[in-house]
């Protein structure tokens, strides 16, 4: 089974911080999703990843395959961007892997 | 992009009934949806794979005839928890898999449905 581990488990920022999610894997993976979930529970998809990195607003992914590593930045944060952050990846086959997520909390 | 719904967003059912939950994919077709639940600071565990056309894919301990789930058209999933119990309450999400190559890897996720059992 693939272990996705995401660091830290929990993150306190000052709005306007950059901030730094960290999502390492075991196996090898065709992709690679960033998750936001909000208190209310519903998920958003905010990016998905087979190489390279990818950009939108102010949050930007990035994935390194040789080393199972992914980041997910947030600059300028703001209290808004508070949510549960999940890293979920795709071994060859159907089902995705999670992690625990990482709780970040943006105060004012 | 790609919406997914879900239907109820919430419900509140008694011990022994029976709650059906919708899966929608509103602008795509989706071939294949899949079934997660939730448990409060837990992450996501799939619980199915349904397949637009044939039977659902059951992970290892989940009871099918517990969990029934139907895909009978690409737009649409159900998932039905039969004699519900208060161990059933939970955040239940689906997930959806576009037709076509170019996005067989990306899941578009339903907003969950909170079923809480008395």
């Given at each position: 089974?693939?272990?996705?581990?995401?660091?830290?488990?929990?993150?306190?920022?000052?709005?306007?911080?950059?901030?730094?999610?960290?999502?390492?894997?075991?196996?090898?993976?065709?992709?690679?999703?960033?998750?936001?979930?909000?208190?209310?529970?519903?998920?958003?998809?905010?990016?998905?990843?087979?190489?390279?990195?990818?950009?939108?607003?102010?949050?930007?992914?990035?994935?390194?395959?040789q080393e199972k590593h992914s980041s997910l930045h947030i600059t300028a944060s703001h209290p808004r961007d508070s949510a549960v952050y999940i890293c979920a990846v795709l071994p060859s086959g159907y089902a995705l892997n999670f992690g625990k997520g990482t709780s970040l909390l943006v105060t004012p | 992009g790609a919406v997914v719904s879900q239907h109820p967003s919430w419900v509140i059912c008694k011990s022994g009934t029976s709650v059906k939950i919708e899966c929608r994919s509103l602008d795509f077709q989706a071939?294949?949806?899949?079934?997660?639940?939730?448990?409060?600071?837990?992450?996501?565990?799939?619980?199915?794979?349904?397949?637009?056309?044939?039977?659902?894919?059951?992970?290892?301990?989940?009871?099918?005839?517990?969990?029934?789930?139907?895909?009978?058209?690409?737009?649409?999933?159900?998932l039905t928890v039969t004699s519900a119990h208060p161990e059933d309450s939970s955040f239940y999400i689906c997930s959806a898999r576009a037709s076509g190559a170019s996005s067989y890897n990306e899941q578009f996720f339903g907003p969950g449905t909170r079923l809480t059992v008395l």
């Amino acid at each position: 089974k693939n272990e996705v581990e995401q660091s830290p488990q929990n993150l306190t920022a000052q709005e306007g911080e950059f901030i730094t999610i960290n999502c390492s894997y075991s196996v090898g993976i065709s992709a690679l999703h960033w998750l936001q979930q909000h208190p209310g529970g519903g998920i958003v998809s905010l990016f998905m990843l087979s190489s390279g990195k990818k950009k939108h607003g102010r949050l930007i992914a990035t994935i390194n395959i040789q080393e199972k590593h992914s980041s997910l930045h947030i600059t300028a944060s703001h209290p808004r961007d508070s949510a549960v952050y999940i890293c979920a990846v795709l071994p060859s086959g159907y089902a995705l892997n999670f992690g625990k997520g990482t709780s970040l909390l943006v105060t004012p | 992009g790609a919406v997914v719904s879900q239907h109820p967003s919430w419900v509140i059912c008694k011990s022994g009934t029976s709650v059906k939950i919708e899966c929608r994919s509103l602008d795509f077709q989706a071939t294949t949806m899949f079934w997660y639940r939730q448990f409060p600071k837990q992450s996501l565990m799939l619980m199915a794979t349904s397949n637009e056309g044939s039977k659902a894919t059951y992970e290892q301990g989940v009871e099918k005839d517990k969990f029934l789930i139907n895909h009978a058209s690409l737009t649409l999933s159900t998932l039905t928890v039969t004699s519900a119990h208060p161990e059933d309450s939970s955040f239940y999400i689906c997930s959806a898999r576009a037709s076509g190559a170019s996005s067989y890897n990306e899941q578009f996720f339903g907003p969950g449905t909170r079923l809480t059992v008395l």
